[in-house]
T-cell receptor, first 111, second 114 residues
Framework: GENVEQHPSTLSVQEGDSAVIKCTYS??????FPWYKQELGKRPQLIID?????GEKKDQRIAVTLNKTAKHFSLHITETQPEDSAVYFC??????????FGQGTELSVKP | EAGVAQSPRYKIIEKRQSVAFWCNPI?????LYWYQQILGQGPKLLIQ????????DSQLPKDRFSAERLKGVDSTLKIQPAKLEDSAVYLC????????????FGPGTRLTVT
C-alpha cells in the first residue's frame, strides 16, 4: 500500500548547524508534499509545502527539495536555533487524495 | 481567525466503555479529517468528510468507531467499546478544500484506555 518512509528518527545538532530530514514515498501519482512541526504536547503545524511542479522551495531558514524521479523529498533547516527543537513529519498525498504521514523525526538543537 | 476546536482535551476510560469526541472546524472549511496519533508515530487518517459526506473511511475500524458530520460543520467521533490499543491522541483537522491544501489541526484529545 501507500507508504512514506522518513529518516532519521532522531537528529541532534549544535545550534547554528544545518539539519536535513529525508523522506521517500511509494505512490508515483503523489503531487503534494507538506512538512509539519509538532512541539511536545501541541498540534502539528504546517511549516512548508511543495507541489510536484517545482523542485525546490525556500522560506527563510527552511527549504524543501523534491526529486520526483527518485520519489524522495527533503527538509533543510539552516542556522538551527533551540526553538527549532520538535518532531517533524513529512507527508505525501496519495492518488486517492489521502495524506500519508511519515514516522517523524525528533530534532534536538543543543545550545 | 479562530482555529479548529476540539473537546475534551483529555479523557480516561476503562476498556469496553464508550467515548465521544467533538470537533468544530475553521469556519468555511469544507473538508474535515479525524486522525489517530499513537505515541511516537505520525498521524493516521481515520476518516475524511467533504461537507457532510464521507470521502474516505478505509482506515476506520467500523466495528467500534463511528463518525458523523451532520449539517457539514461540527463532527463527532465515537468509540464503542474502547480497547487498550485505542489509547492515542485523536486529532481533528480541516482544510478549505480537499487534502491537497493546508490542513489546520486542532489541539487533539488525549485518550487513555485502562
Amino acid at each position: 500500500g501507500e507508504n512514506v518512509e522518513q529518516h532519521p528518527s532522531t537528529l541532534s545538532v549544535q545550534e547554528g548547524d544545518s539539519a536535513v530530514i529525508k523522506c521517500t514515498y511509494s505512490d508515483s501519482a503523489s503531487n503534494y508534499f507538506p512538512w509539519y512541526k509538532q512541539e511536545l504536547g501541541k498540534r502539528p503545524q504546517l511549516i512548508i509545502d511543495i507541489r510536484s511542479n517545482v523542485g525546490e522551495k525556500k522560506d527563510q531558514r527552511i527549504a524543501v527539495t523534491l526529486n520526483k524521479t527518485a520519489k524522495h523529498f527533503s527538509l533543510h533547516i539552516t542556522e538551527t536555533q533551540p526553538e527549532d527543537s520538535a518532531v517533524y513529519f513529512c507527508a505525501a498525498i496519495n492518488q486517492g487524495g489521502k495524506l500519508i504521514f511519515g514516522q517523524g523525526t525528533e530534532l534536538s538543537v543543543k545550545p | 481567525e479562530a482555529g479548529v476546536a476540539q473537546s475534551p482535551r483529555y479523557k480516561i476510560i476503562e476498556k469496553r466503555q464508550s467515548v465521544a469526541f467533538w470537533c468544530n472546524p475553521i469556519s468555511g472549511h469544507a473538508t474535515l479529517y479525524w486522525y489517530q496519533q499513537i505515541l511516537g508515530q505520525g498521524p493516521k487518517l481515520l476518516i475524511q468528510f467533504q461537507n457532510n459526506g464521507v470521502v474516505d473511511d478505509s482506515q476506520l475500524p467500523k466495528d467500534r468507531f463511528s463518525a458523523e458530520r451532520l449539517k457539514g460543520v461540527d463532527s463527532t467521533l465515537k468509540i464503542q467499546p474502547a480497547k487498550l490499543e485505542d489509547s492515542a491522541v485523536y486529532l481533528c483537522a480541516s482544510s478549505l478544500q480537499g487534502s491537497g491544501y493546508e490542513q489546520y489541526f486542532g489541539p487533539g484529545t488525549r485518550l487513555t484506555v485502562t
